[in-house]
């Protein structure tokens, strides 16, 4: 049976992710449903009920978003969510929704990569664009007269945190709405919402599926106008999830919290012994008790993720130590069950040294995958 309003506000993590989304039980049918494929739905007489056409909605995802909606938001039933092809289709949807000619918008300048073009086309309309780093709340101070706050805590890939509570507060007492990129902590880690966001916004392609092979995105909010409004623009550029692409997602967040669980220790245990290497330096772990995140971190977060990031000397021995590794495969994105790790200066977007590395700790044991980075290290040092 699935939870209550009550019992999802005061369930465990793992009790939730296990049932979230699932409908009530129908004998001899499946307890997840499988994908409905269709572009149209019998529709005689009046346009109305909840399935008219398929850009607009569908059943399978309809239960992939009260999956999400449970999690970033148990127990709050006015909390919607709307799922989208890819993290960028959701970012955009939010961003483009909700800002018009002449209004100013405030993004993180050390934010995920792709945010640069995000700034460009916003400028092409006329949105005036500030940025500032995600580190000491600096988006404060060029807050003035802005219409939407976008933060990314912890960010990517420099795992700074700034205090949510702190900008949302902030922002509201403007006028502005504010957005929080909750990919890298997932709902595990950070509730946005909770913490007086307006949209958590996050990239179900990482650790919310988990296996590496779908491409998700999703919004969550608590404001009908201004959902409604992304609602629209998903419904115009037509930025929708396949059905077995959410399919897939929701049946991966059974497993969330013990993924999570697994990699999030795992990546302590990376952080703990890297920092004890001499050629490591910049190292970045929320969860570490001397990183410079960390007393923020501890204060808004569950969860400190499954990324570390660390730099070495220069960018040859980064890539020999990225070719030495046998347990970490050499790729983008994170979050996977299988741990990644890259050197980020090779994309030009991201403001970091050539000897940058961003790791995604995934789930192989513990002992294994540090043998194997140690290894590396020795082997990548002549």
Known sequence: ????????????????????????????????????????FHLPGEVTGPYLYGRDDNPTWTLLERAIGELEAPGHEDVETLVFASGMAAISAVLFS????????????????????????????????????????????????ARLLWIESPSNPGLDVCDIRRLVAAAHAGGALVAVDNTLATPLGQRPLELGADFSVASGTKQLTGHGDVLLG?????????????????????????????????????????????????????????????????????????????????????????????????????????QALRLVEDATSFGGVRSTAERRRRWGGDAVSEGFIRMSVGAEDPEDLVADLLRALDESAG
């Open 1 to 40: 049976m699935s939870d209550t309003t009550e019992d999802a506000a005061t369930a465990g993590d793992g009790t939730r992710a296990v049932r979230a989304g699932l409908p009530e039980p129908v004998k001899h049918e499946p307890t997840l449903p499988g994908p409905v494929f269709a572009a149209h």
């Open 98 to 145: 909700q800002l018009r000619a002449g209004d100013v918008a405030v993004l993180p300048s050390d934010g995920y990569q792709v945010l640069p073009l995000v700034r460009a086309q916003l400028e092409a309309y006329g949105v005036e664009v500030r940025t500032a780093p995600t580190g000491g709340d600096a988006q404060l101070e060029v807050l003035d007269g």
């Open 218 to 322: 999703y919004v969550t909010g608590r404001d009908a106008e201004a959902m409604a409004a992304v609602r629209r623009w998903r419904k115009i550029v037509g930025a929708i999830p396949g059905p077995m692409e959410a399919w897939l997602a929701h049946r991966s967040i059974a497993t969330l919290q013990l993924r999570v669980d697994r990699q999030n220790a795992t990546a302590l245990r990376v952080a703990e012994a890297l920092r004890r290497r001499p050629e490591v330096s910049g190292l970045r772990y929320p969860g570490l008790p001397d990183d410079p995140s960390h007393k923020i971190a501890s204060q808004q977060m569950r969860r400190y993720g499954c990324v570390v990031s660390f730099e070495l000397p220069t960018r040859a021995r980064a890539e020999r130590f990225l």
